[in-house]
């Protein structure tokens, strides 16, 4: 935190769901909060609906999975705020066609870039500023299939979201001599819009006894609040009425 109290969180995919859900928590605990994601007009609406209730929001439109529009990102944040306090790494993706029988390569590659490799683009973009200020967190927000090998989220995002996990272990490692911290996030099932890529889409009573993004925000804004001796190595949050624990793999959408 700057001297005179002001704190700036950088939130990807901060368009829908669960990055909108964080950004609109931070917010209303008084962070400055830029969000970034693919679709500007998503953003732009999140902003509006942040700054419309008294909270301080920006909006720089990104693809995560390029390594030099993420630098620029993280630089664009630091020339006009001076800081980064932490960084919510949210953006992922799925694909339907998830499973060996019918996954392909594209789909694997896809998921990769954007799911782990932009995850570390945006770590490693923030990371010069945050060793400067010896302060700063990390949320990579993964996934219950990050602790649970499962059938139905496929091997390209269980593998991604497990590589998740252990990278932000890797970072806690080596960078907690800087003051710097990150926790690997690990929600089950939410009710965002990525589950309408789902081979079979959940009905809406089954998407109501989900988690729902407000709970992942308010989470995110848990975590963030944390004095800075504090490391969240991870958090693993389910619905109560956990599906996983319920059903069987092969009756499983």
């Known amino acids: 935190m700057s001297k005179n109290g002001k704190r ?14 964080g950004a609109e928590a931070l917010a209303a605990d008084g962070w400055t909060v830029v969000v970034s994601g693919r679709r500007k007009d998503a953003l732009d609406t999140v902003v509006a609906k942040i700054t419309g209730a008294g909270g301080a929001a920006e909006a720089i439109a990104l693809d995560v999975s390029d390594a030099a529009d993420a630098q620029k990102a993280a630089d664009q944040i630091v020339a ?50 945050m060793r400067k ?10 996934s219950w299939a990050g602790r649970h090998v499962s059938k139905m989220p496929g091997p390209a995002y269980t593998t991604t979201k497990h590589a998740v996990l252990a990278l932000t272990h890797s970072f806690n490692m080596d960078e ?26 959940p009905s809406e009573a089954e998407q109501a006894r989900m988690l729902q993004p ?6 995110i804004a848990f975590i963030a609040s944390m004095p800075p001796r504090v490391c969240i190595n991870e958090l693993l949050i389910s619905p109560t009425h956990n599906r996983g624990f319920i059903q069987t793999p092969l009756s499983r959408d």
């Not at 700036?8 to 859900?21: H, L, M, Q, R, Y």
């Not at 001599?177 to 990525?194: F, H, K, Q, S, Y």
């Not at 407000?214 to 989470?219: A, V």
Request: proline share 5%; net charge neutral.
């Open 176 to 201: 907690c001599v800087n003051g710097l911290r990150a926790c690997c996030l690990m929600p089950g099932e939410v009710a965002t819009p990525i589950l309408k890529l789902r081979p079979v889409v």
């Open 80 to 129: 006009k705020h001076g800081r980064i306090d932490l960084l919510v790494n949210n953006a992922g993706i799925n694909v339907p066609k998830r499973s060996w029988q019918d996954m392909e390569q594209e789909g694997w590659d896809k998921l990769v870039q954007v799911n782990l490799n932009g995850v570390l683009y945006c770590m490693r973009a923030v990371l010069p500023t």
């Open 214 to 219: 407000e709970d992942l925000g308010r989470t």
């Open 8 to 21: 700036v969180a950088w939130v990807t995919g901060g368009g829908s769901g669960i990055g909108e859900a």
């Open 133 to 142: 200020q010896q302060d700063g967190s990390i949320i990579n927000v993964s």
